[in-house]
């Protein structure tokens, strides 16, 4: 383990004996976390949501242009998420254009069909993302510090949260603050929450 890992681990065990004290100090902690992530690019641990798929082997078959779609499905995409495209050759304009927008590409070719993933580079999911354990706070602490956090972030920017159930007043409230999020469930007592804004 390397001594930035370590310190980070130990920011995040005070940030975290913190939140029952007093949550603002803990957000703080948490923030400074994803302030070092940001300095050495790389994201620690946070999960990509399931990546976009579009294929425009029917668009192409029916004689259109599939570049409109293919930058819609572009626009769309969350922070952090990958796009797979499917087309029957191999797209090279494309991979230059999603380089030049932090992209990194994987080409591959089956019987003449091409599947392309588009996937955002570890700097770009590092500047984007913060991770809050929550746990093992008592509510109301996972809905508080859950919306104080988010209320922190950016346009371009990634909330994770880890709480011991479905938040799903969290999720009615953040929707009415301008965010959107999708919560999975990773496995016993744990669901994992991406929150990301959607308005200025």
Known sequence: MTSLRRFEEELIRIGERSQRCDPQVSTQILIRVKDLRKGFGYSAGMKSIEPLHLDVC???????DPFAEIMSA??????????????????????????NQGFEVDARSNEGVWEITFSPTDAEVADSGQVLDLRDVDPPGPLQQAL??????????????????????????????????ESMEEGSENWETHIWRITA
């Open 148 to 181: 104080e956090a988010a209320s922190m972030l950016g346009r371009d920017e990634t909330l994770v949260i880890h709480t011991r159930f479905r938040p799903v007043f969290l999720l009615e409230q953040l929707e009415e603050r301008g965010f959107e999020a």
């Open 74 to 99: 572009r626009e769309s995409l969350k922070p952090g998420q990958s796009f797979v495209l499917t087309a029957p050759f191999e797209p090279l304009p494309l991979y230059d254009l999603f380089r």
């Open 58 to 64: 029917p668009i192409l078959a029916s004689g259109r």
